[in-house]
């Protein structure tokens, strides 16, 4: 009596070079497609966390101009908003902050300060409005602009793509 031999063939338990080499493709494919919408997203965010930190300013000014009851002045510094700002109040400087060099900040009526009265007002009767942008990625990145009303409450919009 003759027993066959029976060979059992064992699963396969890598990946070949060529599936290697494919996936690898595919990889490097997607990330050149991914990486240029994750730019402006980056630049995106930065333009909000600027957008948001001058509103956290102009919150923390009016409060201490009411809590002090007298006047309050957030500055740029070096005449250029984009350098930084600081707020002062009585010759003191109660807080500075840097700006994202990555980001534009201009003021609409090219004053370099802004001050608030005792009672939380705005101390001139032109309403401020601070433009944020990023100039590099200009067509991809919506600018934000605060506008300031007279109460001194500030408020944020979306206007458009920097231009």
């Not at 059992?8 to 290697?20: D, K, M, S, V």
């Not at 494919?29 to 990486?35: D, G, S």
């Amino acid at each position: 009596m003759v027993t066959a031999m029976v060979t059992q063939r064992r699963g396969q338990a890598a990946f070949t070079l060529i599936e290697l080499m494919i996936t690898l493709a595919i990889l490097v494919i997607l990330t050149t497609l991914a990486v240029p919408g994750f730019n402006g997203y980056i630049s995106n965010q930065r333009v909000k966390s600027a957008a948001y930190d001058l509103i956290a300013t102009f919150n923390y000014a009016r409060s201490e101009a009411v809590k002090r009851n007298e006047p309050v002045t957030i500055s740029a510094d070096a005449s250029d908003w984009s350098n930084g700002w600081a707020i002062t109040a009585g010759g003191k400087t109660l807080q500075t902050y840097e700006a994202d060099n990555s980001v534009s900040i201009a003021e609409s009526n090219s004053q370099f300060s802004i001050t608030y009265k005792g009672n939380g007002r705005l101390s001139n009767s032109t309403k401020p409005a601070v433009t944020i942008c990023d100039p590099n990625l200009s067509s991809s990145v919506t600018k934000r602009v605060i506008h300031l009303d007279l109460t001194g409450r500030p408020n944020l919009k979306k206007d458009g793509a920097c231009a």
